[in-house]
């Protein structure tokens, strides 16, 4: 999902710049860490913050449910 700006140099990646060639890379890492697309995605929400707090601390106590 590439509604949010995801910085791929911090990760050692070149930047790219349009949605469907942004979903192909995060397809191609998703390929060679062994990782569905369906967990990055989380990974990628939970480490966001909302107000204050980063969601996987906020949700805690939910994420055992999930």
Do not use: H
């Not at 469907?20 to 860490?33: L, N, P, Q, S, Y």
């Not at 480490?47 to 939910?62: A, D």
């Amino acid at each position: 999902m590439p509604d949010k700006i995801v910085n791929l140099e911090k990760a050692g990646y070149k930047p790219v710049n349009n949605d469907i060639e942004f979903i192909k890379k995060v397809e191609e890492i998703a390929t060679m860490r062994s990782y569905r697309l369906i967990k990055l995605c989380w990974m990628t929400w939970l480490v966001q913050r909302e107000g204050k707090m980063i969601r996987m601390e906020k949700y805690s106590s939910l994420l055992p449910k999930i």
